[in-house]
C-alpha cells in the first residue's frame, strides 16, 4: 500500500478545502481510511495532527491576505472563524503578534520532518527490520484521554511521561507489579471518533497486583514488523533521541511498506523503550507496526 501517495492525495483535498467546514472525519473518509488509522499515518508522516495542520494552513494563508490588505473580519469568515477577536487571538498565538501588527512574510507548516534521517542511512534502518509473531500479553500502566486528530493529543502524551518520572508511576510499575522484563509500552487505544487514550505501561503476567489508579489492556497474538531506531548519543543532546524516533515513524509509512504487506488495522500500534534508551551514547528503541499479507 502506498501511505505516501494517500497522504499527499488528503493534503490535496485539505488545501482544496480550508475555506470551507473540514473535519478529521471528512479527510479520512475522502482518502478511504478510519478515523484513528488515518490520524495515527498522518502524524507519523507529518509530525504535526491532521487538524493542526488544517490550523497552521488557514493562518498561513491568512497572513498572505492580510499582507494583500484584506480586512480582519473577511479573512475570519474566510477561514471559518466564527468572529474576527477569534481569529485575532488564534494568529496572536501562531505569530506573537496581533493581525494588524503583522508585517509580510509566510509562515509554513515544516512537512519535511525526519529529512535528518536520510542524512543518517535510511535504508540501513529500513533494512533491518524483523519479523515477530508475539503471542497475547498483558499491559498495566497509566493512562490519559486526548483527541488524536489535534494539537491535545501530544501535548497530553509529553505531559503523561512527565508524570510518570515526576510522579514515581515509573517506580510504582516496577515496584508493585514486578515484570519479568524491563521496558515500558506506549500505545494508543481508539475510542470514539477521534477520542483516544494513550497507555504507558509494563508488561505483566496478570492483574493480580494493579492498583486502582492503573489501566489493564490485553493484546491479542498479532504479527509485527519490528523497527529500531537508528542510535543516537543522549549523553550529548537528548532531543535527538525524539526526531530518531519522528524520522523512523515517517520512513515506515512513507518508504517501507512494500506489495507484500499491509498495515493490519484490526490491531495496534506500539512503542518499546527498554534499558537501550537510558542515557547512553547508542540509545535505541522499538516501534512494532501489526502488519497482514497484501491480498492481490
Request: proline share 2%; aromatic share 14%; charged share 25%.
Amino acid at each position: 500500500m502506498n501511505y505516501r501517495k494517500d497522504m499527499e492525495k488528503s493534503i490535496d483535498f485539505i488545501e482544496v478545502n480550508l475555506g470551507n467546514r473540514l473535519t478529521a472525519a471528512m479527510i479520512a473518509d475522502y482518502v478511504g481510511y478510519s478515523l484513528y488509522h488515518y490520524c495515527r499515518i498522518f502524524l507519523a508522516c507529518y509530525g504535526v495532527p491532521v487538524m493542526e495542520y488544517v490550523r497552521k494552513r488557514r493562518l498561513s494563508l491568512a497572513a498572505l491576505d492580510l499582507d494583500q490588505g484584506a480586512k480582519v473580519i473577511d479573512i475570519a469568515l474566510k477561514y471559518g472563524f466564527e468572529t474576527a477577536s477569534g481569529f485575532s487571538k488564534a494568529f496572536r498565538r501562531e505569530y506573537n503578534c496581533s493581525p494588524t501588527q503583522y508585517s509580510a512574510g509566510m509562515w509554513a507548516v515544516d512537512l519535511s520532518a525526519g529529512k535528518d534521517l536520510a542524512n543518517a542511512k535510511k535504508e540501513s534502518l529500513l533494512s533491518n527490520v524483523r519479523f515477530e509473531t508475539k503471542e497475547s500479553f498483558k499491559i498495566a500502566g497509566y493512562a490519559i484521554k486526548t483527541n488524536i486528530s489535534d494539537a491535545s493529543s501530544t501535548k497530553d502524551v509529553a505531559a503523561l511521561w512527565e508524570k510518570f518520572d515526576t510522579a514515581g508511576w515509573e517506580s510504582k510499575l516496577y515496584e508493585q507489579l514486578n515484570p519479568l522484563k524491563h521496558g515500558e509500552v506506549g500505545i494508543f487505544i481508539p475510542g470514539k471518533g477521534d477520542q483516544v487514550s494513550y497507555v504507558l505501561g509494563v508488561i505483566v503476567d496478570n492483574f493480580e497486583q494493579v492498583t486502582e489508579d492503573m489501566v489493564c489492556l490485553e493484546i491479542p497474538e498479532t504479527k509485527y514488523a519490528v523497527f529500531t531506531t537508528l542510535p543516537v548519543n543522549m549523553q550529548v543532546k537528548e532531543e535527538d533521541f525524539a526526531i530518531a524516533i519522528k524520522s523512523t515513524w515517517k520512513a515506515i509509512f512513507e518508504e517501507w511498506f512494500q506489495e507484500n504487506y499491509e498495515y493490519d488495522q484490526s490491531r495496534l500500534d506500539f512503542e518499546f523503550y527498554d534499558e537501550r534508551c537510558h542515557l547512553r551514547t547508542d540509545s535505541v528503541m522499538e516501534i512494532y507496526i501489526p502488519i497482514k499479507q497484501k491480498c492481490h
